[in-house]
């Protein structure tokens, strides 16, 4: 599977309004552990955290101010990046004339952490009208095996926690038997995560959705999630608190 690529230089783009499994940490997190600042490494990196907040944070009983979350800069593989765009340009003039780029980004990002929102309350039965039921029984299986209970608690992201949304692919099929499209999208978010001890430590979450709509019938039917993967979802290396 592709990795995303990171820059290492800031503000060359705007940020976008965006299952960890048990097994050794993805190249997500040796990515962005090699660029805290404060681990001294020689090597390049492909993706930087911009400031120094990704540090554990003491409460106290005085009002403290939490650093906001670093920021991660993207750059697609230009040849991607414009298929992508000539396939949404073809859906929108052959397919469907309502359909909006910017509309779908907005509301697969809902749709997104309405479903770590989920996960993380454990109510499964809110997946229902959300996913296709192939995706359902997949995404409750991966659920109950390869998520661990400290994984669904730091889960949960909102639309303010996610630094990256990308659409990956989109896969147009008509053959007379089916009509559909598939558009699949990555979302890379940081977010705060408090603890019982009163610390707060940086969580990333990664995941890969698919998003398809019958167009069998006409262009009303609702988009779904055909497909839901968490690639990771952890507690970044911190820092000791004398170094704030």
């Known amino acids: 599977m592709e990795q995303l690529n990171f820059s290492t230089t800031k503000h060359l783009l705007p940020k976008v309004n965006g299952m960890c499994y048990k097994n050794p940490p993805t190249n997500y997190t040796r990515n962005i552990n090699l660029c805290i600042p404060w681990k001294k490494s020689t090597k390049p990196a492909s993706a930087i955290l911009t400031n120094t907040s990704s540090r554990k944070l003491h409460l106290n009983h005085r009002r403290t101010q939490i650093p906001k979350t670093p920021d991660l800069i993207y750059f697609p593989h230009v040849m991607r990046w414009l298929k992508t ?11 469907d004339p309502t359909f909006s780029e910017g509309a779908f980004i907005y509301g697969s990002t809902h749709a997104v952490c309405r479903i770590t929102e989920i996960i993380n309350n454990n109510r499964m039965e809110e997946l229902e009208g959300l996913l296709t039921a192939k995706a359902k029984i997949k995404l409750v299986e991966d659920i109950s095996t390869k998520l661990t209970r400290t994984q669904r608690e730091i889960i949960r992201i909102s639309p303010r926690d996610i630094k990256i949304l990308v659409p990956m692919s989109v896969n147009l099929k008509n053959d007379g038997l089916e009509k559909h499209c598939k558009i699949s ?3 890379l978010a940081l977010k705060w995560h408090p603890q019982r001890t009163g610390f707060h430590r940086l969580v990333l979450v990664a995941l890969q959705s698919e998003f398809m709509k019958d167009y069998l019938n006409g262009i009303d039917q609702d988009w779904n999630i055909s497909g839901f993967d968490v690639m990771e979802c952890t507690v970044l290396t911190e820092v000791p608190s004398n170094n704030l």
């Open 85 to 95: 765009k000539l396939r949404f340009k073809y859906l929108k003039r052959t397919w």
């Open 185 to 187: 999208m990555r979302v």
